[in-house]
């Protein structure tokens, strides 16, 4: 009889706990959403993307939650519209427990900036992907310039951009990387007015520390405004050309 009567007390207590969390269920749902909130979370870094763009974007496909039941809301579709953007790397919709929708957003990350002939100007961002570029922000990263392939920005290139933005010297002394139609690449310093002929950026770090080698033994010596071309092309050498 005990058991009995222990098993109906539970049967009773699992009945209310069932109700209630339909009850409040159905009262959350009919609640009206009394705020739209965005974070964009690398926004001091990067601002390809601000929080009123977000919410204009999702006014503009009648997504807007504040006002409505939270039964009609549909976060998966807000989340989706502004991962549409091309500039987002991803998104997060969920209601917070104020009674508000809440979107959190990342951008995507640039690391090299491509201005070519041929595909007109775009970033390679840190997974390797082609990211548009926005009008309204700009960030700084290495540049390369000229006859450029999304092929070569996506694999060689942006390796290279990943070692300058690895190496602060050398990314704060390249200003420009210039690409010509046979992917050999020519490098123009923030100081000193000549070119660094590197050819093919194969086995680019050795090419780069026989540059800093010169640099020590050479320009410091001769001066740098000596030469108009440095070319590192060739094994074990430097090949200079004057002015």
């Known amino acids: 009889m005990k058991r009995v009567l222990v098993i109906l007390i539970a049967a009773i207590v699992i009945g209310y706990i069932i109700l209630s969390a339909n009850y409040f269920r159905d009262s959350s749902l009919n609640r009206e959403c009394t705020g739209f909130e965005v ?10 993307v601000t929080a009123a763009e977000v919410e204009t974007l999702v006014k ?9 039941s939270f039964k009609d809301i549909n976060t998966l579709a807000i989340r989706d519209t502004i991962m549409a953007n091309r500039l987002v790397e991803s998104a997060n919709v969920f209601i917070t427990s ?14 090299l900036r491509v201005i070519s002939e041929n595909k007109g100007s775009f970033y390679i961002d840190k997974d390797r992907k082609i990211m548009p570029v926005a009008s ?16 070569f920005a996506k694999n060689e290139l942006y390796d290279f951009a990943m070692f300058l933005n ?6 704060a002394w390249i200003e420009q990387i210039v690409v010509n139609d046979e992917n050999d690449v020519e490098l123009i310093p923030r100081a000193g007015n ?3 002929i590197m050819g093919s950026l ?17 320009l410091n010596v001769l001066g740098w405004n000596r030469y108009s071309e440095i070319n590192l092309k060739f094994d074990n050498q430097v090949v200079c050309t004057l002015k």
């Open 39 to 48: 974070e964009i979370k690398d926004s001091l870094k990067t601002q390809f």
């Open 98 to 111: 104020k009674g508000s929708v809440m979107a959190t957003v990342q951008q995507r990350e640039p690391v």
């Open 60 to 68: 503009k496909h009648d997504l807007y939650p504040v006002g409505k």
């Open 166 to 171: 690895n190496n602060s010297d050398w990314d």
């Open 202 to 218: 194969e086995d680019y770090p050795t090419k780069l520390n026989k540059f800093v080698r010169f640099v020590d033994g050479g």
């Open 194 to 196: 000549f070119r660094i």
């Open 136 to 151: 309204s922000f700009s960030v700084y990263v290495p540049v390369a310039t000229g006859d450029i392939e999304e092929e």
